[in-house]
């Protein structure tokens, strides 16, 4: 099985749109149904999208995270 390259977003107050995070997943070849965004506090990894991703995942794939802040 081939492995697949995953894009995770997080957006905040100070990037409302997140459009910086997703160009740039998209410029290393991420495609548009491999990127998950969450829309919510920064204070731990209790997200929707974040978790949807992890379960998706299989041993071989990447997860590409722009920023963890």
């Known amino acids: 099985m081939e492995s697949r390259e995953f894009g995770y977003v997080r957006v ?3 990037d409302p749109n997140g459009n910086r995070q997703i160009e740039s997943m998209k ?3 991420i ?3 491999d ?3 969450d829309k919510q506090s920064g204070k731990n ?3 929707e999208n974040y ?3 992890n379960g998706m995942m299989r041993k ?3 997860p ?3 920023s963890l802040d």
């Open 12 to 14: 905040s107050a100070k």
């Open 27 to 29: 410029e290393i070849g």
């Open 31 to 33: 495609g548009d149904r």
């Open 35 to 37: 990127i998950f965004i």
């Open 45 to 47: 990894f209790d997200r």
């Open 51 to 53: 978790q949807l991703m």
């Open 60 to 62: 071989g794939d990447t």
């Open 64 to 66: 590409y995270i722009h």
